[in-house]
């Protein structure tokens, strides 16, 4: 591999506290970061936006926070604390560069790192193993607890950095990593097996289209619930029946007839989600949309025979799945619309919306691919 050069600043948007959109700020002086001990250096290709890096800036990780995500989407939440504003449930350090989802070049390692992996396109984990505490279920999210994407360049520990041979481009590359392996991860702790009928909420957005395609691709009956806008596009993706968003779901579907929920919605409805499950049924939720706080009759949970699962911490085998489904075409990306890193802010409020299906994707380089 011909040598590199490697400036010493680059442009990229760092989150400076919790709080509204005013809390993003595109810089161009900021320092290129280095490799250290087992890490590399990446320039970025493309980010794209993630529930999670709204969640993060407003602080609805926070237990202060009793509310679905778009009430404080733009502005914050007062009742959010900085003590528990994070997946982690421990306070964020500031300025932090955000942006979970990578795709892009290594350029550089540092020691102990292999230099024959300077020029690989890679993919990097959002969910890693905790480098102090690697047992199971520790973990921390890439841009949050360290630094992410919405920069030029980022740095990744070499274990959690993936290489990928595949035409598609980095904006569509990037648009898998943390909405992919967050369904994966779900449809893999709900042990979705062929033949099996699973209902998903929220199903057009970024983890809802994969999750569709990746239930397919396991031999699932799938049924998606969406806004009847989005109809078509879940269609296309596979789904075999679709639920308009807000209707009762015993009104469409009959009580004890699907065997996992995958969900992501929570909020008022949610009862319901356990009505149509079936005896012995799996529950797994990884988000809350439309409101953390739900109405739990426990009769329904032990006289079904129901488990309920939570789905955040990941094997690797997951994102080492989906890198294996993107060389092979299983899954196909789903790209809404594309902004500049700039644009950060806009691609939020857009995001915000909720007016689209599957990912809005940043580009951060020219695309060579």
């Not at 993919?123 to 279920?137: F, G, K």
């Not at 893999?188 to 809802?208: F, M």
Request: charged residues 25%.
């Amino acid at each position: 591999m011909n040598h590199i050069d490697i400036p010493e600043t680059m442009t990229g948007v760092v989150l400076t506290g919790h709080g509204g959109l005013d809390k993003l700020e595109f810089r161009e002086n900021l320092n290129v970061p280095k490799a250290g001990v087992g890490e590399v250096l990446i320039k970025v290709g493309a980010s794209a936006i993630n529930n999670t890096d709204i969640n993060t800036r407003t602080g609805w990780y926070s237990k202060g926070v009793t509310t679905g995500t778009d009430q404080g989407a733009a502005s914050g939440f007062e009742t959010a604390s900085e003590e528990d504003g994070t997946w982690s449930g421990k306070p964020l350090s500031f300025p932090r560069i955000q942006g979970a989802d990578v795709c892009g070049t290594i350029v550089a390692v540092g020691e102990a790192v292999d230099r024959g992996r300077i020029g690989e396109r890679v993919l990097v984990r959002p969910m890693q193993q905790s480098p102090d505490n690697p047992s199971s279920y520790n973990l921390i999210t890439f841009g949050s607890e360290c630094n992410g994407g919405y920069a030029e360049y980022a740095v990744a520990r070499s274990s959690e950095v993936f290489a990928v041979n595949s035409t598609l481009s980095d904006t569509e590359l990037a648009s898998f990593p943390c909405a992919y392996s967050t369904a994966e991860g779900m449809l893999d702790r709900a042990d979705l097996k062929a033949g099996e009928r699973i209902l998903i909420t929220g199903a057009s957005g970024g983890v809802g289209s994969a999750a569709i395609q990746l239930a397919k691709r396991r031999g699932a009956e799938v049924i998606a619930v969406c806004g009847e806008s989005k109809f078509d596009e879940v269609r296309l993706l596979g789904a075999d029946q679709v639920v308009p968003r807000g209707e009762s779901l015993l009104e469409v579907l009959e009580q004890d007839s699907v065997q996992v929920v995958a969900d992501l919605v929570a909020g008022p409805q949610w009862p319901e989600l356990l009505e149509v499950l079936s005896r012995g049924g799996r529950y797994v939720a990884s988000g809350a949309i439309a409101g953390p706080m739900v109405e739990l009759d426990v009769r329904t949970l032990y006289l079904k025979d129901l488990s309920l699962l939570g789905s955040t911490w990941q094997p690797k085998k997951v994102f080492e799945n989906l890198i294996g489904y993107i060389e092979r075409d299983v899954i196909r990306p789903v790209v809404a619309k594309r902004y500049a890193l700039r644009d950060v802010v806009t691609a939020q409020q857009d995001f915000m919306t909720k007016r689209f299906s599957g990912k809005l994707a940043i580009e951060v380089a020219e695309q060579n691919h």
